[in-house]
Nanobody, 118 residues
Framework: QVHLVQSGGGSVQPGESLTLSCAPE????????MAWYRQAPGEQREFVAA???????NYIDSVKGRFSIARNNAKNSVSLQMNNLRPEDTAVYYC????????????WGLGTQVTVSS
């Protein structure tokens, strides 16, 4: 089992920025397709952003132009840079890793709270 260690998050005002990080403990991030999901209270978990191991990135429409997912192979981590945050971005953010050679090997982080309010 691979443990995904998340860091970052917190409480900010609208328009401010936060950066989340995710690192697979015991394995190499280059072997995984990585993604971020989020879940607001009373809502289903939704996809936010993904970074495939071959370099593709994609986002849900609501975060395009504001969020950026990036790999830092030297630090064996993936980040989610969140700019111009909005109250509707408030949620618990979860890191996901899917092993490139076997998609049944899917791992989740424990989640990081992001709160955007004024």
């Amino acid at each position: 089992q691979v443990h995904l260690v998340q860091s970052g998050g917190g409480s900010v005002q609208p328009g401010e920025s936060l950066t989340l990080s995710c690192a697979p403990e015991g394995d190499h991030v280059i072997q995984y397709n990585m993604a971020w999901y989020r879940q607001a209270p009373g809502e289903q978990r939704e996809f936010v952003a993904a970074s495939t191991r071959n370099g593709n990135r994609n986002y849900i429409d609501s975060v395009k132009g504001r969020f950026s997912i990036a790999r830092n192979n030297a630090k064996n981590s993936v980040s989610l840079q969140m700019n111009n945050l909005r109250p509707e971005d408030t949620a618990v953010y979860y890191c996901q890793a899917v092993y490139f050679a076997d998609s049944s090997l899917t791992y989740w982080g424990l989640g990081t709270q992001v709160t955007v309010s004024s």
